[in-house]
């Protein structure tokens, strides 16, 4: 038996399934029918760098944490890097518009990398607390842009994802018009259209969730869903103000975000948006999902209750480290526990079932000193394989017993240096994982009792790139004139072939040998681009990218032109 690398590239805990049950696999929260680029190889998941796009309900303000500096403290994102500024709307022309804050992204020389995800949220303040004077036709155009430069940075190339947001009803704000829930619905069928113009463009979709939360407060720890309560707004009140949520509505949209990249990553990742993934929205709270809070206690140390049910539970430990110089420097640790239910995995009979139990500790530290920034996170696994099944015609049963362990250990180093009329932008990194399957018996109930020998699978994955971003150059006439390009490159340094051995009772004298062979991995990609402005407002962008991995070529054109009124 030769397991190809696609079958088993989800994750080390996937691999662990893959060594035991020859294909069960399971839609939990580590290991997924649609491949999740998010998935550790140490188990669970968590995104690289989350880059989020939007208004002040992504910000920090008087009211509290915002939902992304929540899933960042829950240790979901390992980097927040947040562009949304109060206030901002997705049309064009504005100081703070949806593609001035990719202006801003784009100008740091930073480029969207493998197991990032980009998030646009926006909406609110194009609807405003009177409605739209031109039936959302600026927003729209305006969001549309800003899409398709994402798409063009890279933010849906392999197996990344954006994330664009549809919207709470707005129109249940204490502040806003009540009668505005027409445009809302228009904006979040507008944003579901976005969506479906590519497999790596996600709806997430608010709209559904705060509809059950406004019929059913108490389901989600809240006694107020129409009063403004400043005090009680991180307790059991949904409105901090008239237009903002507290830090309890904050954190269910945070849950609504980890959910789609966790549980709810299969469908979310197949159905189209629309009614058909609302519809499977409303399954999953229905079975409890979203119904669990992330806990706050002050701003220096966070503690953070994980798990959305008793499957999944634990506790993250996330310091802000002030103290130190520099600025972003945290250290976090994380305790948890994970049980993953598999039926029928050993047989086709009805009763059948296993499990998969995973508890271990993680722990990170991300400190920005000077030019250089560095992240560091080490994560350390025990997983127990337990199976049942019982055949009643043979009056048979049989239990058997697997354990595990898994080390994962990452550094990533970046930068930038401004050199005359250019900004360089690079940036390096290794990652070292580690798989060791214990020896143990197995048998199934149409087999006699086996040994299973594996070896220990190791890899570890090299990657550096540059960004490079040109200063404005003016041009005749008020026209400005900025270049860019990046290069990237990941290469494994080291994948083991993992050697199964198997010796039967049944056959005595007789040892199967069977490999999963990984070979090497490695990934490149080249992108330039040219933007020029012009004095009337008029915008032209021109890119090109080709991406290479494992000799297999892609590539992407681009011309987008864009007018301020």
């Given at each position: 038996?030769?397991?190809?690398?696609?079958?088993?590239s989800?994750?080390?805990l996937?691999?662990?399934?893959?060594l035991?049950l020859?294909?069960?696999s399971?839609?939990?929260d580590?290991?997924?029918?649609?491949?999740?680029?998010?998935?550790?190889?140490?188990g669970g998941v968590?995104?690289?760098?989350m880059?989020?796009?939007?208004?002040s309900?992504?910000?920090?303000?008087?009211?509290g944490?915002?939902?992304?500096?929540?899933l960042?403290?829950q240790g979901?994102?390992?980097?927040?890097?947040n562009?949304?500024?109060?206030g901002?709307?997705?049309a064009?022309?504005?100081?703070n518009?949806?593609?001035?804050?990719?202006d801003?992204f784009?100008?740091?020389?930073?480029?969207i990398?493998?197991r990032?995800l980009t998030?646009?949220?926006?909406?609110?303040?194009d609807i405003?607390r009177?409605g739209?004077?031109?039936?959302?036709g600026?927003a729209?155009?305006?969001?549309q842009?800003?899409?398709?430069?994402?798409?063009?940075?890279?933010?849906?190339?392999?197996?990344?994802r954006?994330?664009?947001?549809q919207?709470?009803?707005?129109?249940?704000?204490?502040r806003?018009?009540?009668?505005?829930?027409?445009e809302?619905v228009?904006?979040?069928d507008?944003?579901a259209?976005?969506?479906?113009?590519?497999?790596?463009?996600v709806?997430?979709d608010?709209?559904t969730?705060?509809?059950r939360?406004?019929?059913?407060?108490g389901?989600?720890?809240?006694v107020?869903?129409?009063d403004?309560n400043?005090?009680?707004?991180?307790?059991d009140?949904?409105?901090?103000?008239?237009?903002?949520?507290g830090?309890?509505g904050?954190?269910?949209?945070?849950?609504?975000?980890?959910?789609?990249?966790?549980?709810?990553?299969d469908?979310a990742n197949?159905?189209?948006?629309?009614?058909?993934?609302?519809?499977?929205l409303?399954q999953?709270?229905?079975?409890?999902?979203?119904?669990l809070?992330l806990?706050?206690?002050?701003?220096?140390?966070e503690?953070?209750?994980?798990?959305?049910d008793?499957?999944?539970s634990?506790?993250?430990?996330?310091?802000?480290?002030?103290?130190?110089p520099?600025?972003?420097?945290?250290?976090?640790l994380?305790l948890?526990t994970?049980?993953q239910?598999?039926?029928?995995a050993l047989?086709?009979?009805?009763?059948?079932d296993g499990?998969?139990?995973?508890a271990?500790?993680?722990?990170?530290?991300r400190?920005d000193?000077?030019p250089?920034?560095?992240?560091?996170q080490i994560?350390?696994l025990?997983?127990?394989?337990?199976?049942?099944?019982?055949d009643?015609?043979m009056?048979?049963?049989?239990?058997?017993r697997?354990?595990?362990s898994s080390?994962?250990v990452?550094q990533?180093?970046?930068s930038?240096?401004?050199?005359?009329g250019?900004?360089?932008?690079?940036?390096a990194?290794?990652t070292?994982h580690?798989?060791q399957?214990k020896t143990d018996?197995?048998?199934s109930l149409?087999?006699?009792?086996t040994?299973?020998q594996a070896?220990?699978y190791n890899?570890?994955m090299a990657?550096s790139g540059?960004?490079?971003?040109?200063h404005?150059?003016?041009?005749?006439?008020?026209a400005?004139?900025?270049?860019?390009?990046?290069?990237?490159l990941?290469?494994?340094l080291?994948?083991d072939?993992v050697?199964?051995?198997?010796?039967?009772a049944a056959l005595s004298?007789?040892?199967q040998?069977?490999?999963i062979?990984?070979g090497?991995?490695?990934r490149?990609?080249?992108g330039?681009?040219?933007?020029?402005s012009?004095?009337?407002?008029?915008?032209?962008?021109?890119g090109?990218?080709?991406?290479?991995?494992d000799?297999?070529l892609?590539?992407?054109?681009?011309?987008?032109?864009?007018r301020r009124f």
């Amino acid at each position: 038996m030769k397991l190809t690398r696609k079958q088993v590239s989800g994750s080390l805990l996937g691999l662990v399934t893959v060594l035991l049950l020859a294909g069960c696999s399971s839609s939990g929260d580590g290991i997924s029918a649609v491949p999740n680029p998010y998935v550790l190889e140490s188990g669970g998941v968590q995104v690289a760098t989350m880059r989020t796009f939007g208004d002040s309900y992504s910000v920090r303000a008087a009211w509290g944490a915002p939902w992304n500096e929540m899933l960042a403290a829950q240790g979901r994102v390992q980097v927040l890097d947040n562009y949304a500024v109060g206030g901002a709307q997705a049309a064009v022309g504005l100081r703070n518009s949806f593609n001035v804050q990719i202006d801003r992204f784009q100008n740091t020389g930073v480029g969207i990398g493998d197991r990032d995800l980009t998030v646009a949220y926006f909406g609110y303040n194009d609807i405003g607390r009177g409605g739209s004077v031109d039936g959302l036709g600026i927003a729209r155009a305006g969001y549309q842009l800003g899409v398709n430069r994402l798409i063009d940075a890279g933010a849906t190339a392999g197996e990344r994802r954006l994330f664009v947001t549809q919207i709470h009803d707005w129109s249940r704000n204490p502040r806003v018009d009540p009668a505005l829930r027409s445009e809302v619905v228009a904006w979040n069928d507008f944003v579901a259209n976005v969506a479906n113009q590519s497999p790596n463009i996600v709806a997430v979709d608010l709209f559904t969730v705060f509809e059950r939360v406004y019929q059913d407060p108490g389901a989600f720890g809240l006694v107020n869903v129409t009063d403004v309560n400043p005090s009680r707004a991180g307790v059991d009140f949904l409105y901090y103000d008239g237009l903002h949520f507290g830090t309890k509505g904050a954190s269910i949209i945070a849950r609504t975000y980890n959910h789609y990249l966790t549980r709810g990553w299969d469908w979310a990742n197949s159905l189209a948006a629309g009614a058909s993934a609302a519809g499977r929205l409303q399954q999953d709270i229905d079975s409890g999902l979203l119904s669990l809070q992330l806990q706050q206690s002050n701003e220096a140390l966070e503690v953070f209750q994980l798990g959305p049910d008793a499957a999944e539970s634990g506790m993250v430990l996330d310091f802000a480290m002030n103290s130190l110089p520099g600025k972003n420097s945290r250290l976090g640790l994380a305790l948890l526990t994970e049980q993953q239910d598999f039926g029928n995995a050993l047989s086709p009979v009805s009763d059948a079932d296993g499990t998969l139990n995973s508890a271990g500790v993680a722990s990170y530290v991300r400190t920005d000193m000077g030019p250089i920034s560095s992240k560091t996170q080490i994560s350390a696994l025990e997983h127990t394989r337990r199976d049942r099944a019982y055949d009643e015609l043979m009056d048979f049963g049989i239990r058997t017993r697997a354990n595990s362990s898994s080390l994962s250990v990452q550094q990533r180093f970046s930068s930038l240096v401004n050199l005359g009329g250019v900004t360089l932008a690079p940036w390096a990194g290794l990652t070292h994982h580690t798989l060791q399957l214990k020896t143990d018996r197995h048998q199934s109930l149409y087999t006699s009792p086996t040994q299973v020998q594996a070896s220990s699978y190791n890899t570890l994955m090299a990657g550096s790139g540059l960004n490079i971003i040109g200063h404005p150059i003016s041009l005749a006439h008020g026209a400005e004139l900025q270049l860019n390009a990046s290069l990237s490159l990941e290469q494994s340094l080291y994948r083991d072939s993992v050697e199964i051995s198997f010796r039967e009772a049944a056959l005595s004298g007789v040892v199967q040998r069977e490999t999963i062979d990984f070979g090497d991995m490695e990934r490149s990609k080249m992108g330039m681009g040219a933007g020029l402005s012009l004095h009337n407002g008029l915008n032209v962008y021109l890119g090109y990218s080709v991406a290479e991995q494992d000799g297999q070529l892609a590539d992407q054109g681009m011309l987008t032109i864009s007018r301020r009124f």
